[in-house]
């Protein structure tokens, strides 16, 4: 039974079915869309075929005997490749908020999946630049439609007892992603010339998966509801819950989709000063969770390793690696995110990732010069760090950084508040995957140093302000966590007078 928790809590009854957990496992693969797409971009963008074709510049600056090791791959319209889609997606998911809300979460998710198939085919098919971004920006939207509905999907089918280890599938499916892309690169690397179109049009297989699996899902009985499907929405609440007893989650589902209705624009409700926690906790965990310096890691991996003296197949080989830790730190989170709770995998986290940054840093600032190489000792050293520091970004900030957004807005403005959620990533992101190449030439090794100081300020954002959500039932965080919050209570004292302004 699905325990709602104690201090007078309602308690809602269900099991965990396995309509549920194939549910779940289908809509993730929108996180292996996403995942692939972050492996496959610094890969390609290290490949010699790829750059010959189309950064001819940055080509001849790789080959070059006294080449900068930190500056051989600063490019802006290399940068502008892999950053386009976080831009697209930045855009596409204040759209796709609305289609979410008017047209269910299911039917986001395949139109997610659409967007994404015909931008993989522009990609593998490029024949020059422009085809190259618009490939991009089109995988973008489908990124920013998934990212949307996947991670509210999972949070509104999951018993309350599991919710954080059910939605987090989204991310291992995203680690999944990355690690496939990785393996993908390392044997696509030595086909020429058409290798990089090969792994880029591999794309195609998670959004295929998405575009199928979406067709034989359940639509969530909260979106159903929302929509005033009320039969179909009971009847689907039983199905998932596996008992008949569902009334009470059914009223409760029922009273916040009549508040929501309420609510004419939520965009405008979130301005309220009542909507003020979730939002800044929403948008600061998204920002974080980039300023961690983990898509700097993750997108260029191969690039960083040849940087720090890995030779090509090395270093696609070294982020292989990287992959596998990420894949099995991820599983670590589903184990224990609802047992140790949300704050402690964070805390602990960033006092494991400011040392391996530093620590990182260090070796880079002693070791590394601008045209010498590591010894293949010290260059092992930094690839065990950087495994050190994916593996408790990936059981942390990683997935914790979609499933707390994801459960912390009333329903009247869920959509709408993760919107910002995802455009807040799909920002940061773009400005991380444009800028890093260009700061790690001027920063040198103190680029590590620039993410480290982020992460202690990220820890004393979770000391002070972030409270605990585990176990907490989706709807009733506004009473439960906001209004006891010792900081936070104070900004919903006006909740009841927002609530008539809104209407």
Known sequence: MSN??????????????????????????????????????????????????????????KHKAKEDNYCKYDNQGLQLFTSSLYLAALVSSFVASKVCTKHGRRLTMQAASVFFLIGVVLNAAARNIAMLIIGRILLGVGVGFANQAVPLFLSEIAPVHIRGALNILFQLDVTIGIFVANIVNYFVSNIHPWGWRLALGLAGVPATMLCLGSMVIAETPTSLIEREQLMEGLAMLKKIRGTDNVNAEYEEILHACEMARQVKRPFRNLMKRSSRPQLVIAIAMQVFQQFTGINAIMFYAPVLFQTIGFKNDASLLSAVITGIVNVLSTVVSVVLVDKLGRR????????????????????????????????????????VLVCLFVSSFAWSWGPLGWLIPS?????????????????????????????????????????????????????????????????????????????????????????????????
């Open 407 to 503: 459960e912390t807005f009333p329903l009247a403005t869920r959509t709408a508040g993760y919107a910002f959620a995802v455009s807040s990533n799909m920002l940061f992101t773009f400005v991380i995957a444009q800028a890093f190449l260009s700061m790690m030439c001027h920063l040198r090794a103190g680029i590590f140093f620039f993410f480290a100081a982020w992460i202690v300020v990220m820890g004393l954002f979770v000391i002070f302000l972030l409270p605990e959500t585990k176990n907490v039932p989706i709807d009733e965080m506004s009473e439960r966590v906001w209004k006891r919050h010792w900081f936070w209570k104070r900004f919903m004292d006006e909740e009841e007078q927002d609530k008539k302004d809104s209407v």
């Open 344 to 383: 402690f995998l964070l805390l602990e986290a960033c006092g494991q990732m400011l040392i391996t940054q530093v620590a990182i840093g260090g070796v880079l600032l002693v070791n590394l010069k601008s045209t010498n190489e590591l010894e293949h000792g010290v260059a092992v050293w930094v690839v």
């Open 4 to 61: 709602a928790g104690s201090n007078g809590a309602k308690k809602f009854e269900g099991k965990i079915t396995i309509y549920v957990v194939i549910c779940g496992v289908i809509a993730a693969t929108g996180g292996l869309m996403f995942g692939y797409d972050i492996g496959i971009s610094g890969g390609v963008t290290s490949m010699d075929d790829f750059l010959e074709e189309f950064f001819p510049v940055v080509y001849e600056r």
